[in-house]
Structures are given as C-alpha cells and as structure tokens.
C-alpha cells in the first residue's frame, strides 16, 4: 500500500530553524492533500498546515509567518520549513497524506511521526 516516511527532527535552540520532509512510497496511488500535525505531552493532535494538489496552503494561527509547507508532486513530498522557533513548538510531528488508492477511494495515512524540540 502506501507508507509515510518522515525526517528532519531534532533539537535546537529557541530562534533557530529546522526543516521537516515525508516522503510517500508505494505503488498505483495518486495523492489529492498532505499536512501536518503536532501533538505535545498533555495536548491534544492539533493541525500545523496543509496543502491541497493544487498548492493552496492553509496553516494554524499559532505558527502563521514562521512555518512554510511546500510540496514536490513529482516524488510525493512534502515539506515543512520552520523558523524562529519557539519553545512552544516543541512536540512530535505528524505528516499525513490523502491518498487515492484502486479500488479503496481516498484514505488518510499517517506517518511514524518525529520528534522536535526546542530548548530555552
């Protein structure tokens, strides 16, 4: 089927930047939406950003202006540019795709998730 790899995770000081990429695998499957998610210990899964096949963008209030989501078609990837980080922002993040499948319809698959964190 289709399987979500993530990378890009780590630590780095507040102010700093990372850049997180999914890369979707697997045969006879076309893609229509991919994001991203967070959740940090004690919170709720909230939504990051997302972006449709078309390239309209969407992203949460909290991190409007400093996160970038972009996407290659090409090799079914999404990215995920961070700057001026805050230790707010420090949780495991999700990449999530919509994925048409044969036979199936669209179905929402998930990535491992990777951790992010941002020290003081």
């Known amino acids: 089927q289709v399987q979500l790899v993530e990378s890009g995770g780590g630590l780095v000081q507040a102010g700093g930047s990372l850049r997180l990429s999914c890369a979707a695998s697997?045969?006879?499957?076309?893609?229509?939406?991919m994001g991203w998610y967070r959740q940090a210990p004690g919170k709720q899964r909230e939504v990051v950003a997302g972006?449709?096949?078309?390239?309209?963008?969407k992203y949460a209030d909290s991190v409007k202006g400093r996160f970038t989501i972009s996407r290659d078609n090409a090799k079914n990837t999404v990215f995920l540019q961070m700057n001026s980080l805050k230790p707010e922002d420090t949780a495991v993040y999700y990449c999530?795709?919509?994925?048409?499948?044969?036979?199936?319809?669209?179905?929402?698959?998930w990535g491992q998730g990777t951790l992010v964190t941002i020290s003081s």
């Open positions: 999530y795709a919509d994925v048409m499948l044969a036979k199936v319809g669209y179905l929402e698959v």
């Open positions: 697997g045969r006879n499957f076309s893609i229509n939406a």
């Open positions: 972006i449709n096949s078309g390239g309209s963008t």
